[in-house]
């Protein structure tokens, strides 16, 4: 077990006003490690910021933990209440047995009962998500809408775009073949890939540009690595996907009878108050995601009609960490309502 108090001290530095001397020193923002029990299990989370300002819950997807918003939760924290967990099964956070403990319905339970047991009842917040935390956010934006004043979602696909695109999309399908790894409908297995503890292909896939310019240390490598390395916590990840049957329903190479079940916008959905989303939102996309095409990104206004789109041409499924200081800005500017670019994807 890592040591369960983390803070961080950063000194944060403030322009000045026109016509005043820049203040010598800002007050620090400290990263603070929590634990509380929320829907049955004992969640782990990291919080910065007064807990008496607008709250703002980022939830991070698969392979991460609550490291991936470190700078967000270190921006955001100068004005507002940041919290980032580690989700069911992942880092410091119980890990349930058994696949059907990873369905869309008690995800969606989690957050509500965290949201609620760390920010208090009745009360509003940002909901950010990337991945299968953006996945988890769409639902729970259908399932919860009151509970939420603004929605960021950060590449991770509506659901029901999902399931049109893994369904009529080639390109889409071809993408999303690691899913019938991970559903073990393949021979080689994710984690016979992953076996002796080889986490190379992830640094190098996730952290591989910030390595290299420097931006990240060995010292922020080995968090990653030590929450890779909590027992069952990968293969609880990929649990995800085995219940809720995040996969094609066939491609080249996994003819549709070979596929007993695959992914399903109605049964991920069921129960949910309206499946559109009325709550304003901001989707984030860095647009050289391999495994999510652009083709996610056509239709949405239909389905969210208050959507706006910022879109990162060069950068891929990790741009919320690749480009931390442009796309921090973007979410602030969005809660704040201030005039963004309103970029359109093709339909």
């Not at 399932?143 to 009529?168: G, Q």
């Not at 066939?250 to 399903?264: Q, R, Y």
Request: charged residues 20%; hydrophobic residues 40%; proline residues 6%.
């Amino acid at each position: 077990m890592r040591v369960m108090t983390l803070v961080f001290c950063v000194l944060l530095t403030v322009m000045a006003l026109p016509g005043r001397a820049q203040s010598a020193e800002a007050p620090a923002v400290e990263l603070k490690d929590n634990f509380v029990e929320a829907n049955g299990l004992r969640f782990h989370y990291v919080s910065t910021g007064d807990q008496k300002a607008p709250m703002i819950l980022m939830l991070h997807g698969y392979p991460s933990f609550w490291y991936q918003w470190k700078d967000q939760l270190l921006d955001f924290g100068r004005d507002h209440f940041a919290v980032a967990p580690d989700l069911r099964g992942y880092d410091l956070t119980t890990i349930p047995k058994g696949v059907d403990q990873y369905k869309m319905k008690y995800l969606v339970e989690d957050v509500r009962d965290f949201a609620e047991k760390v920010g208090g009842k009745g009360r509003k917040f940002v909901l950010v998500g990337h991945d299968w935390g953006g996945l988890l956010a769409w639902v729970f934006a259908m399932y919860h809408p009151e509970m939420i004043d603004k929605l960021i979602i950060v590449n991770a696909p509506h659901p029901m775009i999902f399931e049109r695109e893994m369904n009529d999309n080639p390109v889409q399908r071809f993408g999303s073949n690691y899913t019938f790894a991970f559903n073990n409908y393949d021979a080689k297995k994710w984690d016979e890939m992953m076996s002796a503890n080889n986490f190379a292909p992830l640094i190098q896939g996730i952290l591989g540009e910030q390595i290299k310019s420097g931006r990240y240390t060995d010292e922020d490598v080995q968090k990653w690595v030590a929450a890779w390395k909590v027992p069952g916590a990968l293969d609880a990840g990929l649990n995800y996907y085995r219940a809720n049957h995040l996969n094609p329903p066939f491609n080249e190479t996994h003819p549709a009878s070979s596929i007993p079940t695959h992914w399903s916008a109605k049964e991920v959905t069921e129960g949910a108050k309206s499946t559109i989303i009325k709550t304003p939102t901001l989707v984030i996309w860095g647009l050289k995601d391999t495994a999510l095409q652009t083709g996610n990104l056509s239709g949405m206004e239909k389905l969210v009609p208050n959507i706006r789109f910022r879109l990162y041409p060069n950068d891929t499924h990790w741009v919320s960490i690749s480009k931390s200081k442009e796309t921090t800005q973007d979410m602030r500017d969005f809660i704040e309502g201030k005039d963004m670019p309103h970029e359109s994807v093709a339909h």
